[in-house]
């Protein structure tokens, strides 16, 4: 599985972004799709996440600020992320989970970098 990202860069604070994550090249069905972020010094961490049914979660730090989104056709899930602050800043990875029980795999993305100025 192959998992492309889109999106990212700098964004002033209170600003908006939106990331893309494209799936391909696996014949498992995906489980779930969504984003992680890792801050300099901090450990990776959940953003959101979805799944093949549209359900959603997300971390509390961006909840009431971000959308997670999927278009199955399309194996794509999109974040928006508005009102976007400085402790947003970091790398972003697009994973995915594939695979029917019992077998699954974690599939990750290259991470994109989101810098937001204060």
């Known amino acids: 599985l192959q998992l492309q990202a889109f999106g990212g860069g700098l964004v002033q604070s209170g600003g908006f972004l939106r990331l893309s994550c494209a799936a391909s090249?696996?014949?498992?069905?995906?489980?779930?799709m969504g984003w992680h972020r890792q801050a300099p010094g901090a450990q990776r961490e959940l953003v959101a996440r979805?799944?093949?049914?549209?359900?959603?979660n997300y971390a509390d730090s961006v909840k009431g600020r971000a959308t997670i989104s999927r278009d199955n056709a399309k194996n794509t899930v999109y974040l928006q992320m508005n009102s976007l602050k400085p402790e947003d800043t970091a790398v972003y990875y697009c994973?995915?989970?594939?695979?029917?029980?019992?077998?699954?795999?974690?599939?990750w993305g290259q991470g994109t970098q989101v810098t937001v100025s204060s």
């Open positions: 994973g995915a989970l594939i695979g029917v029980p019992p077998c699954y795999s974690d599939y």
């Open positions: 090249g696996s014949a498992f069905s995906i489980v779930h």
């Open positions: 979805i799944t093949s049914d549209g359900g959603a």
